[in-house]
């Protein structure tokens, strides 16, 4: 990666180091660590979306932690948020430990306000562990560790920061399964992100459809990222990465690429899983 990532990133630093507090500011993760028999997890997907949504297709993420063995179980990544709870569709930013069923939420959503189009970042309360339709998920234990540390600087290249890890990954490990689950803190810059707008009343049938019923939004650094990436399909029909990010300053939505590739700045944690299940 520090080789790889060069074509992309003027300034590259990769290295496996301790992972450091990440339940402090600016990460505000729910468990200090990633580590403990962590697993890359992805729940239903996009065709549960589009054309016409399924709208019961909801999970409980307690019983998803019971399904995978994951117990005590430290969750973080991106998926669509519990829209019976919210009231409207919307992305989710999770971040929770469940232990012993018991649920430490610290997720957050990020809605579009159906009056002037802001959108909106919720806090879930520890009662509402639920998603729904689609997620891309790290479940560990939490537990402090070795973990990836990637840090760059000044994008040259055309590819998103994850996109760039991705295709690094794809070189390296041909014919080999390699998934990372973690969070990754946009210290400076601009974002381009989205937000779901609530269910559309009539179906998605192109991109066109879908950019047009997406809200897109510039976000400001810093933003904190959760997510999950993998080098490949698998032959299981994994997407290949998805993160969504939250702030202490009101912003929050689905990843896509830096808008300020000169000033731009990520600091990355990240660890491999050892397992990857696909469910639904």
């Known amino acids: 990666l520090n080789k790889g990532l060069t074509t992309n990133f003027a300034e590259v630093n990769v290295e496996v180091v301790d992972s450091p507090d990440l ?29 016409i949504v399924d709208r019961k297709k909801v999970y409980d993420l307690k019983d998803i932690a019971n399904l ?43 809605k579009v306000d159906q009056n002037d189009e802001n959108s909106i970042q919720e806090i879930l ?29 000044k994008r040259i290249g055309p ?46 049938e192109n991109e066109e459809d879908l950019n047009n019923w997406l809200k897109f939004y510039n976000m400001s650094a810093p933003l904190v990222a959760l997510g999950t990436l993998v080098n490949g399909d698998g032959g299981l029909d994994l997407r290949v990465q998805h993160f969504h990010s939250f702030s202490h300053h009101g912003e929050a939505g689905h990843y896509h690429y830096d808008t300020t590739p000169e000033t731009v700045e990520y600091l990355g944690y990240f660890i491999t899983g050892d397992e990857i299940y696909r469910i639904d």
């Open 23 to 51: 339940t402090q500011k600016p990460f505000s993760l729910a468990s200090k660590g990633l580590g403990g028999n962590p697993k890359i997890v992805e729940i239903g997907g996009p065709p549960y979306l589009l054309p």
């Open 159 to 204: 590819k998103d920061f994850i996109a760039s890890i991705r295709t690094v990954l794809e070189e390296v490990y041909k014919g080999k399964l390699v998934g990372l689950g973690g969070a990754f803190l946009i210290k400076e810059g601009k974002v381009k992100q989205h937000v779901m707008r609530d269910f559309s009343k009539t179906p998605l």
């Open 68 to 110: 995978i063995n994951s117990n005590p179980a430290f969750i973080i990544g991106a998926g669509a948020g519990p829209h019976p709870y919210i009231g409207v569709n919307c992305e989710g930013i999770l971040n929770l430990n469940i232990v012993n069923g018991s649920v430490e939420q610290h997720s957050r959503i990020s």
């Open 125 to 153: 309360p520890n009662s509402e562990s639920r998603i729904a339709l689609l997620a891309n998920l790290l479940f560990s234990e939490g537990k402090p560790g070795k973990v990836l540390k990637i840090h760059v600087k």
